[in-house]
């Protein structure tokens, strides 16, 4: 029955972008109470969207496309900013860390304090960042992507199968309970996912804006880092991983 009564508050919403709890009530022949819960769990699905008095339809579920490193700079820059500098803290003199490509772990780079760390990164801009700064840097092999300046392919993930560290650092283009943590590319999936295969510690770096989005490509369940973020939407994450939201 619950099944059946949320397949058809979709097909509502999805036809008509919009609908009111008073409409779906009445159109399934049910409780407006019952209309208001069925909604908080789909908006909690990422499925719909709740809004004052109704629902609105998620003009497109999944995450296809990416944006260039530039616009992706500009965008929540001061939540990144604050990300960052909590990030870099969790780096000490005596690990050994993969850093992923990305404009949030780009923004750790002037903050890290951690003399005879080492590092290892498929981002061009971070190896250079890291290198100007005094910092051991090894750069994966590969197929540099323009869009978002990093290092893919075959040789990549070879290179990363040899190391083993202590940390790493993941950026993510969705966070979503059931899919995991996503991204739009598949050679950066598998980059990612290599990374923290061989990392005894993963953080993923995401502003708010990340959760309840999915993207083409899983490259881990969420359960298998520690996450941090500006805000956390739902408590609901909480019973899946360690989420530390910065000041």
């Known amino acids: 029955m619950f099944e059946e009564r949320i397949a058809k508050i979709l097909q509502i919403v999805n036809e008509r972008n919009t609908a009111s709890v008073a409409t779906l009530a009445a159109e399934i022949g049910t409780s407006e109470s019952t209309i208001r819960r069925d909604i908080i769990e789909?908006?909690?699905?990422?499925?719909?969207?709740?809004?004052?008095?109704g629902a609105a339809r998620i003009s497109n579920p999944v995450i296809t496309n990416e944006y260039d490193v530039q616009t992706k700079s500009e965008i929540h820059s001061d939540l990144k900013l604050k990300i960052a500098k909590y990030a870099a803290?969790?780096?000490h003199s005596d690990d050994f860390v993969y850093i992923d490509a990305g404009t949030t772990t780009l923004t750790m780079i002037?903050?890290?304090n951690a003399p005879g760390a080492v590092f290892v990164t498929n981002g061009f801009s971070h190896a250079k960042a890291l290198t100007?700064?005094?910092y051991t840097v090894y750069i994966t092999g590969?197929?540099?992507k323009l869009t978002t300046e990093a290092i893919v392919g075959d040789a990549a993930v070879r290179s990363i199968d040899k190391y083993n560290f202590t940390k790493c650092f993941m950026g993510t283009n969705g966070i979503d309970e059931k899919q995991g943590f996503t991204t739009p590319d598949i050679d950066e999936a598998l980059i990612k996912?290599?990374?923290?295969?061989?990392?005894?510690?993963?953080y993923v770096l995401a502003d708010s804006s990340k959760f309840r989005k999915v993207s083409s490509v899983t490259f881990s369940k969420i359960g298998?880092?520690?996450i941090i973020t500006d805000n956390i939407p739902?408590?609901?994450y909480k019973k899946l991983t360690v989420i530390k939201a910065v000041d």
């Open 224 to 226: 298998a880092a520690c």
């Open 110 to 112: 002037p903050y890290i």
């Open 142 to 144: 590969g197929r540099l």
């Open 132 to 134: 100007q700064r005094g």
């Open 89 to 91: 803290t969790a780096i």
């Open 234 to 236: 739902d408590d609901s």
């Open 42 to 53: 789909l908006d909690k699905r990422g499925q719909l969207k709740r809004v004052h008095g």
């Open 193 to 202: 996912e290599a990374a923290m295969r061989h990392s005894y510690l993963s």
